[in-house]
């Protein structure tokens, strides 16, 4: 059962303090920044153009989109553990609402506000060589909200296990970290050694990674899936995870 | 005429492991009272209000609120009630207004009626010259008058409010208990409360008083007074020996004298005092008179303060009662 108006107010909370917290949004857009031009004009001077198939700037603009994303829809969708911590989830908790709502509005909070965030990273695309035509401007938003839909719900499903602050730095290495290097953001996925190809391979962020390189870099770049595979694989793993995080949600007390 | 209760439990049980935090619980609440459930930490009260409030499920045994089953109808039990809980659970981020239009959608209510339940409340309690501040810059005490204006949002049946002073101010306490008492009366609630100060429990129209999950006691405030053996009268007259040797003939009660002081034990106040009186004039330089609080009545039960073990702050509180306890002598 979806409850709009739950769904609805549970947004515009978010919203609310997204826009209240100005720091949060400055800190989101620097780290994309400083990892596209500090890492990637240092990589691009030891990365031949054969193993990316284009520039490296070019290669990794995609990727940066990704980790931007990754972020902010983790950071959003952890946001439950500060909930839990002071105390606000109980209040919705109690609620006489259902839990597939709760979880559905976080997840469209976190994918509303990793989209919003991805769009402002693309509009620096010209300064590295991408020009994207309307029709691939089009299809580059799509991608992103379902990256970001993909990404918010996994968050959720790890928000739901931990209690308290002191395991956000646990998501940030051990999960967050892992799931950017290994994303096919900074290196194509096929030139890495063959178990941490099967560990790509089950990294969600691969396949949106891959997804808007198909769309912003189709001539000559060497992709790693076939388009539909990354787009069948992002809505499959969105389904699973929003299922799962309705299912932990339901034990929450 | 007898009502239903607003709130029921059959032999409610709750273990977490080896321990049984509520045992074998038999409540029955009136609707529109004040309902005290009183206990030393640890006794099971934050237990029994989570079951109560559908947040957790009974080992065994039965519990409803607003004749719905906690179990098996918990949608309409939580229609049903308010709560406060015991730490607080505001978004500190967003405003007063904020907060609790929040609350409005999350139980239906549209826009406009939301509006108009904001404006009446934050009027009731005091806080609407604040409304668009955000939580925040509250004080402890507005945060919880906010936390009550809340709960009552959705015209609940019941509101549950566990330790709703804890770690205020007197100031602040005195000032929300105002609000509280008011409550079954305006909004028409019946107050579910929990708490170990006794002064709070004074208030309610009954109390339960509860220990390691056990009802060991219940009725209203006098009765469980009454229980500890009466009140304390104590006067001064201008020779105390002459005074109680005159009362002596007439009072059958235990008459002692200390500190300058005399008191007379186990008595009706209300009735001694101007038995007193009239026995001894102008004699007579001042009377005051020591009831027994609940605390008297724990102590008596359970051989121990109810405060005892208890881990919080209240340092001016134990030396109250520290003082009341050999002002007494």
Redesign the interface.
Known sequence: MI?V??V??IV??EL??FL??KGRLVSTMARPLIWLFFVGMGMSRLVPQDVTGTDYMRFLFPGIIGMTILFSAIFSSISIIWDKE???L????????SRFSIVLGKAISGTLLSTIQALIIMLISPLIGIYPSTGEIVSSFFMIMLLSFSISTLGIVIASFYENLESFSMIMNFIVMPMFFLSGAMYPVQKLPLILRYASSLNPLTYGIDGLKHVLLSEGINLDFPFYIDIGVLAFSSMVFLFLSTLVFEKI? | MIMAPIIKTESLVKDFGKIRAVDHLNLEVEERTIFGFLGPNGAGKTTTINILCTLLSPTSGRAFVNGYDCVKEPHKVRSSIGIVFQDMTLDKDLTAFENLLFHAYLYGLNREKAKARIEELLNFMGLYDRKDEPVKRFSGGMKRRLEVARGLMHYPKVLFLDEPTLGLDPQSRANLWEHIIKLPETQGVTVFMTTHYMDEAEVCQRVAIIDHGRIIVEGSPDELKRMVGGDVVYFRARDNKRAIRILKEKITAQIDEGDGEVFVHGVKGDVCIPEIIRLLGEEVLSVRLQRPTLNDVFLKLTGRGLREGAQEDEFKESIRAYRRRFDRG
């Open positions: 409850e108006r739950v609805y107010v515009m909370r609310i303090k209240r917290e002071f105390g606000f109980k209040e919705i908790l109690v609620a006489p609402v007390r």
